[in-house]
């Protein structure tokens, strides 16, 4: 039985098409994928990812633990600094792909996929011994918006009054700010999970999170906040008519054409960031977290299969689990994920293939049912990415 | 709303099949193509291609996923619809007008296996 967010009521008055994902019910689509996409990529688009987990960190080893079990580097962060990064097993293989944002010292605030909500924290739990933290677990607390596109910063402001202009890339604020700087305490908002929201929206005891952050490809936020708030601010943005709702559908869509991956399909127990190409978020200069040893000797010695883009000349679309193989028909890997790309119309797809076959320019066939179509092995990023640093 | 056209041939999988003479046009219905949303591409056989009923004869792409098409009755193509390859929103457009193949029919018995037009619309519901 699927879990719904807050807004699945929402969702279906709207006339969403409605499918499993992630152990929840979640909207695809509204009206249609493309109109969608167009949308985030020209204007403004709003997504329920209510379904995303979080995962607060503090305590006296709370960086220290972050340090243990994330890729990226941590340390020294100024307060209200976000990263990518991904947990690994100690054979490289990723747990999952996550935020860490740093909400005050020895204080984080983490943002994991729905569908790995369960294995995350249990893997978090396991590795807790050593470390005086407390590990809180605040998914069913928060809802979540992302409010994606190049006029998301003017929406923001204007129709839910969430000052978001002097946010920069990759940082969050607690709202209502108390101080237009970035040095908020951010800490505020910790342990609140238990607490009943305060209903109104911005209301100060709420702990609403704001960052400049996304899933697209676009300049945008990600606001957090109890389910109340995240309903309210649904409905000012609904209401204005300057936002359109949009589905898991082209989330995926928008994702893929400026090369992100997704957990399941580009990372996986069996595919490490260094496979994935993502090598720029694991720190091997770390002193030490789960998997480094594998994954420096995987940067050093060379992996097996990499991740690469491949741009077919046909318009047939190569699609999750297609083999790809070379012009004498050797099979030398799949397709993680493919589209006919919206915003530059060709099918495209990222695919995991033997590193001998990686090399940009390299030609190769993908098998699309009954006949395999030529492609090259290109960058995987098919579309610019239009971030406001 | 999807709309749904008489004297034609539905089969359980969506396509229909339009008779004329020795020759049946095989598309997708009205309900199928709502149900996909944006067609991207559609995958379709060569002139000359045997085609088996309740056998996969090509596809149709939406942005999200492919879903095969089903040949309702057996035959040999011998016509593709070419608009599709450059313009397969067309079966968005206008489903019925724009039929994907067109077959020679190599047993018309094999048309009393599909639904008319009211056994479809109930088969929809």
């Not at chain 1, 992630?22 to 997504?47: K, L, W």
Request: proline letters at 4%.
């Amino acid at each position: 039985m699927e879990k719904k967010t807050c807004l699945y009521d929402r969702h279906v008055a709207l006339g969403a098409l409605m499918s499993p994902f992630g152990g929840f019910i979640m909207p695809i689509q509204y009206s249609n994928i493309t109109d969608e996409h167009n949308a985030v990529r020209q204007h403004c688009g709003v997504f329920d990812v209510s379904h995303m987990g979080e995962v607060r960190i503090t305590g006296p080893d709370a960086e220290r633990y972050v340090q243990h079990i994330f890729t990226n580097d941590v340390a020294g962060a100024p307060i209200g600094q976000i990263y990518y990064g991904m947990m690994c097993y100690p054979d490289g293989g990723t747990v999952d792909d996550l935020l860490v944002y740093k909400m005050g010292d020895n204080d984080f605030f983490l943002v994991i996929n729905a569908a790995n909500i369960d294995k995350d924290v249990a893997w978090m739990q396991e590795h807790t011994e050593g470390f005086d933290i407390v590990l809180d677990h605040q998914s069913e607390y928060y809802g979540q918006l992302a409010v994606q596109g190049p006029e998301a910063e003017a929406v923001v402001e204007e129709v839910l009054g969430l000052p978001c202009k002097e946010l920069k890339f990759y940082t969050a604020k607690v709202a209502p700010l108390s101080s237009p700087e970035g040095d908020t305490d951010l800490s505020s908002t910790a342990n609140k999970a238990t607490e009943a929201p305060s209903g109104a929206v911005g209301g100060a005891a709420a702990p609403i999170i704001i960052s400049r952050t996304g899933y697209t490809g676009e300049d945008g936020f990600e606001i957090y906040g109890s389910h109340a708030f995240t309903q309210q601010c649904w409905d000012k943005l609904i209401e204005s008519g300057r936002c359109k709702p949009c589905g898991l559908g082209c989330r995926d869509t928008l994702r893929f054409e400026v090369g992100l991956p997704l957990y399941g399909d580009e990372l996986s127990a069996d595919i490490s960031p260094v496979m994935a190409g993502l090598s720029i978020f694991v720190k091997l200069d770390k002193e030490e977290f789960i998997g480094k040893e594998a994954l420096a000797e995987q940067k050093a010695n060379g992996v097996a299969r990499r991740l690469v883009g491949i741009e077919l000349a046909d318009k047939a679309i190569p699609r999750h689990g297609y083999a790809v193989l070379t012009p004498e028909g050797e099979p030398v890997g799949e397709v993680t994920t493919g589209y006919h790309c919206l915003s530059v119309d060709k099918s495209v797809c990222m695919a995991l293939v033997k590193t001998e076959h990686a090399k940009l320019g390299t030609e190769l066939l993908v098998q699309i049912r009954k006949k395999t179509f030529p492609g090259v092995v290109v960058k995987k990023k098919f579309y610019d990415k239009h971030y406001k640093k | 709303m999807a709309t749904f056209q008489s004297g034609l041939y539905y089969s359980e999988s969506h396509e229909y099949v339009r008779v004329e003479g020795e020759f049946g046009y095989i598309g997708i219905s009205d309900y199928a193509q709502h149900a996909l949303g944006n067609v991207v591409y559609v995958d379709m056989p060569e002139v000359d291609d045997e085609v088996t009923a309740g056998e996969e004869f090509g596809a149709v792409e939406s942005v999200k996923a492919a879903s095969d098409l089903i040949a309702p009755v057996s035959g040999t193509v011998v016509e593709v619809n070419e608009a599709l390859e450059d313009e397969p929103e067309l079966l968005n457009k206008d489903a019925f007008a724009n039929w994907i193949i067109k077959v020679e029919l190599s047993d018309k018995s094999e048309l009393d296996n599909l639904m008319d037009v009211e056994a479809y619309k109930a088969h929809c519901e």
